[in-house]
């Protein structure tokens, strides 16, 4: 059974600090010029040509325009008001860019779900958003309502009529064009939610004004032109497009399988549309390398993105696309953080490279126990990080918001929790601050470890620390099938030969990922079951 956490302690701190919100950017100005993704929209309300390119059909600029408004004058009718929270469960497709250009014509803050997260997280997660609608599909919404999603939430049904929820576009006539709503730089535009791979996944607000210095820094950082297409792996990718001014093209794999996206989906996609760009997560990465077999689909820019990207995926990747390939690192509150050059560069500790800071961006790094002082170029500790595009706060999360920021030169900086350092200019990511291990040695970093042991044995491991905090011990598992079981001989000495460090033991065994992107490993987890493993042993 699982208790919730004492709420106490929260609600004390809550009064000493004077009960106001933390936010990371601090409040956002309205007078800062922005365009909202409904104006980059507007701009082709005439324009016939693909907003989207899927499996499921085709949507033009006019057509979404037109369809979008149709759907938020509907809202409007049902009640919307500028600010109520709407969840959007709607697959990736025609429908969710219909849905959210209608949400947010209409004044709403959609609240963005990921099956990838599955039905126990997403339930907590959109009950928490208390929205005042639900948005989905026929299927969608029966799960929505069995599960009690949203309860109280006025139903809306996109794709087709169905008994006891409202039409986002009803047959017939019109009314009218909705209501204009005027939209300022700190309105909240979107809340989407973390991953939940390295911890319970949070509400993370967005800012209209921080998705326009999003835009804006990304098209040119990568080369992004307007009219240009792109394709991804990641299905909430495709909402970017029309604030992007691009057509996205979705490959047909389904969408909560990252790892079912392999060669032949992503050539069939490049042949609907002239596509110069692609996003993909390692786990879709390693199976269009895999089962490519010589061929090559052309593409000039891959982003590689969603965990640490080794050095052979990258140059996989190079081999099939003939295409610039980079590692940009970001995360849900902050994206992008670095521009993803230099993927193949080495750091004087190791470390995955994830290029230099982009143009706006400050990293700074701190020690693991002090986030008020700035260590040197070369050493290793937290991330901080801030942008123009950080999110706005963690929704409904106080306590999470106080303990995740940290002020420098006047600036808020957002803790990551994640470890690495800046070298030449460069950053280089070591894990996350959780799956540090606390060694009576001092402290390791996870992927500082790993990485040789990897690299002598040629297959996925994963360090973790078994025992009490500041004597653990640190135990190898390297990826294998079935149950957990204490490795070979000839295992054990290859992986004790390829570092320095003491290793308590070398086990053999599945390594337990996340579900949005099947490729960050829960340590913690694996930590856990490999302590249950040894114990008495």
């Excluded at 004058?73 to 469960?89: C, F, K």
């Excluded at 290793?380 to 920021?405: I, K, M, N, Q, R």
């Excluded at 996340?514 to 302590?531: P, Y």
Aim: aromatic share 6%; proline share 9%.
């Amino acid at each position: 059974m699982t208790l919730d956490a004492p709420v106490g302690p929260v609600v004390a701190r809550w009064l000493a600090e004077g009960g106001h919100q933390h936010h990371p950017t601090g409040p956002a100005s309205d007078a800062v010029p922005f365009t909202s993704v409904l104006e980059s929209l507007a701009t082709r309300s005439r324009d016939t040509g693909a907003v989207y390119d899927g499996p499921d059909g085709v949507l033009s600029w006019a057509d979404l325009d037109r369809r979008s408004s149709a759907g938020a004058r509907s809202l409007q009718d049902a009640g919307l008001e500028p600010g109520h929270r709407v969840s959007l469960l709607v697959p990736p497709s025609v429908e969710l860019l219909v849905a959210a250009g209608a949400i947010w014509k209409a004044g709403g803050i959609p609240v963005v779900a990921d099956a990838s997260a599955g039905f126990r997280q997403l339930r907590r997660l959109v009950r928490a958003a208390a929205p005042k609608f639900a948005v989905g599909t026929p299927a969608t919404l029966a799960a929505a309502t069995a599960l009690r999603f949203a309860p109280g939430a006025i139903r809306v049904s996109v794709g087709r009529a169905t008994p006891g929820c409202l039409d986002l576009e009803p047959a017939g006539p019109t009314t009218g064009p909705p209501t204009p709503v005027p939209v300022a730089a700190g309105n909240v535009a979107a809340i989407v939610h973390t991953s939940g791979a390295t911890g319970p996944a949070k509400a993370v607000r967005y800012t209209h004004g921080a998705l326009s210095a999003q835009r804006d820094v990304v098209g040119p950082l990568f080369g992004m032109r307007p009219g240009d297409a792109f394709t991804t792996s990641f299905g909430p990718f495709m909402l970017l497009a029309p604030s992007l001014q691009m057509t996205c093209v979705r490959p047909d794999f389904p969408v909560d399988r990252p790892s079912a996206l392999g060669f032949e989906e992503l050539r069939v996609a490049t042949t609907r549309a002239a596509v110069t760009m692609a996003w993909l997560s390692p786990a879709s990465a390693r199976r269009i390398v895999a089962t490519a077999r010589g061929r090559i689909v052309p593409i000039d820019l891959v982003m590689l993105a969603g965990a640490p990207i080794p050095p052979d995926l990258v140059a996989g990747v190079r081999s099939v696309t003939g295409g610039d390939v980079r590692t940009p690192y970001g995360m849900t509150e902050c994206l992008p953080v670095t521009d993803g050059t230099e993927p193949e560069a080495v750091g004087p500790i190791g470390g995955t490279s994830t290029g230099r800071p982009v143009p706006g961006c400050s990293v700074v790094v701190t020690p693991l126990d002090d986030q008020t002082r700035l260590l040197p170029d070369g050493e290793w500790g937290e991330l901080l990080v801030h942008a123009p595009w950080l999110f706005d706060g963690y929704d409904g999360a106080w306590s999470a918001d106080a303990d995740t920021w940290a002020v420098h030169d006047g600036r808020r900086f957002h803790r990551t929790g994640d470890v690495g350092y800046l070298h030449r200019g460069v950053l280089f990511h070591l894990g996350r601050r959780r799956h540090v291990l606390d060694t009576a040695d001092g402290p390791l970093a996870s992927v500082a470890v790993e990485e040789p042991i990897r690299a002598a044995t040629g297959r996925p491991v994963a360090a973790v620390g078994i025992g009490p905090t500041g004597g653990e011990v640190v135990c190898i598992v390297v990826d294998g099938p079935g149950h957990l079981a204490v490795a070979d001989h000839d295992l054990r000495a290859t992986v004790r030969a390829a570092t320095p460090h003491r290793i308590a033991s070398v086990l053999l065994g599945p390594l337990p990922v996340d579900r949005r992107h099947e490729s960050k490993v829960d340590r913690s987890a694996l930590g856990a079951e490999a302590g249950r493993f040894l114990a008495g042993r």
